[in-house]
């Protein structure tokens, strides 16, 4: 006769797999909100001025843990000695509590024999309070269990945070260099409110900066008026503009890094505001071979 499973056990697996579920799912989260603050982060730009949809960022810890065949290694090795560095943390701990609280009982406990035949009102009290400190001790497993569970979660959350912003890092350095994985963008707007790129009738000539005004380093202005355009013709030095991102009717476009660039240098975002007259955008995963003039 088979026995019908109680669904009190029933109830206790389902809340516990819940539970497991809940705890993933903010591993995850956290996960891809990192990921996203580096890779962004490295573009000069703040992940929560994007307003990136919640859900994409549960999406993307499937590149952090499981991108290619080293990314999966790195992952299990920083896992392994996560779990090493828990064990030994827990050790640790639990000899440091076993220590104390034996000392603590000795203590007590001469305490309450020192006590045990005196009537004074200072050794009634000494007494009481030494037999309720000992009651007290017997509490410091579930204490134990609690330090064991932060200890636990803190470690993963230490792994995650590295292994993801390692990982937005890289990500993002290869997407700013020549090996890039986003487009390269053509970006046609009408010339009002846009005082840089160039004239398709005139590449040669610099559009009017009649009317504007300035603020801040003119440098960087100066250093992108004259190169909006691509130009492969060096391959030492080639000039590819690629499209980062297009999000609340901003554009942001950045002109990738040559493949000398130094391990501290980062690309200089130009961040557009969508015309209402309209634009168009074309994207391309190659540099076309006749973008210089």
């Not at 539970?19 to 730009?45: D, P």
């Not at 992940?47 to 994409?56: F, G, I, W, Y």
């Not at 440091?96 to 000795?106: C, E, G, K, W």
């Amino acid at each position: 006769m088979i026995q019908a499973p109680n669904p009190n056990q029933e109830s206790n697996i389902l809340g516990k797999f819940t539970s497991v579920l809940g705890l993933l799912g903010a591993a995850l989260f956290f996960a891809g909100w990192i990921y996203r603050w580096s890779y962004f982060y490295f573009f000069q730009l703040e992940v929560n001025t994007l307003d990136l949809p919640a859900q994409s960022f549960l999406i993307v810890p499937l590149q952090i843990f499981l991108g290619d065949g080293w990314t999966i290694c790195k992952s299990a090795i920083a896992f392994f000695i996560a779990a090493i560095a828990i064990q030994a943390t827990l050790w640790l701990i639990k000899i440091i509590s076993d220590t104390v609280v034996s000392a603590s009982q000795l203590i007590l406990s001469r305490i309450i024999s020192a006590t045990q035949h005196k009537r004074s009102w200072t050794a009634k009290q000494l007494k009481s309070l030494a037999e309720f400190s000992s009651g007290q001790l017997r509490s410091v497993e579930f204490l134990r269990s609690l330090v064991n569970e932060i200890v636990i979660v803190s470690w993963v959350l230490i792994v995650i945070f590295w292994l993801a912003r390692w990982q937005g890092i890289a990500d993002a350095r290869r997407d700013a260099g020549q090996n890039s994985t986003l487009p390269v963008v053509a970006l046609i707007t009408p010339e009002e409110k846009f005082p840089v790129g160039r004239k398709l009738d005139d590449i040669f000539a610099d559009p009017s900066l009649k009317g504007y005004r300035i603020i801040g380093d003119r440098g960087l202005f100066d250093d992108l008026r004259g190169r909006e355009d691509n130009d492969i013709s060096n391959p030492k030095q080639p000039r590819v503009w690629r499209l980062l991102l297009e999000r609340g009717n901003w554009i942001y476009l950045f002109r990738a890094l040559p493949p000398n660039a130094k391990p501290n240098e980062l690309p200089s975002v130009l961040a557009i505001q969508e015309s209402e007259k309209g634009h168009i955008i074309i994207r391309s995963p190659e540099a076309s071979k006749t973008s210089s003039p």
